[in-house]
């Protein structure tokens, strides 16, 4: 007798899909090179830890930061940009490297303005001739 969720027979839940991750389109990621700040909880509620990161590259839905230190990332946190004055973007982990490099998707998409904010305040020498619209 085959159990629910074998590989043999196909169940209700191998038809649901995530419209986010499953059927959203995949942004360009584009390299940057920008200081963050991961802010997440322990112990429950208890406790609010943040830790350092850099910002390597970024699209619309997603990043890839790397870490100084080897720490215990939990699988959802918040990406705060202070140069650039972002804050909060909630994020999900997809996969961590060997080399503290982790993947992260966004919890919603960051809009162009953010984005290009992020763009100004970054010394990767691709973003050296971006200036802010204070207007738009």
């Not at 230190?69 to 490297?97: E, N, W």
């Amino acid at each position: 007798m085959a159990s629910v969720g074998t590989p043999d027979r196909p169940s209700y839940l191998s038809k649901e899909e995530s419209f986010m991750y499953d059927r959203e389109a995949n942004f360009p990621m584009e390299d940057t090179m920008n200081d963050a700040r991961i802010e997440y909880t322990e112990n429950g509620m208890t406790n609010l830890s943040s830790r350092r990161c850099q910002i390597i590259k970024i699209s619309k839905s997603s990043a890839v930061l790397t870490m100084p230190t080897q720490f215990k990332l939990p699988q959802t946190f918040y990406l705060d940009v202070p140069s650039a004055r972002i804050g909060m973007i909630g994020c999900l982990v997809k996969r961590v490297h060997a080399n503290n490099v982790v993947e992260a998707r966004f919890l919603r998409l960051i809009n162009d303005r953010d984005l290009n904010r992020i763009f100004v305040y970054s010394t990767h020498p691709n973003h050296r001739n971006r200036v802010l619209d204070i207007y738009g």
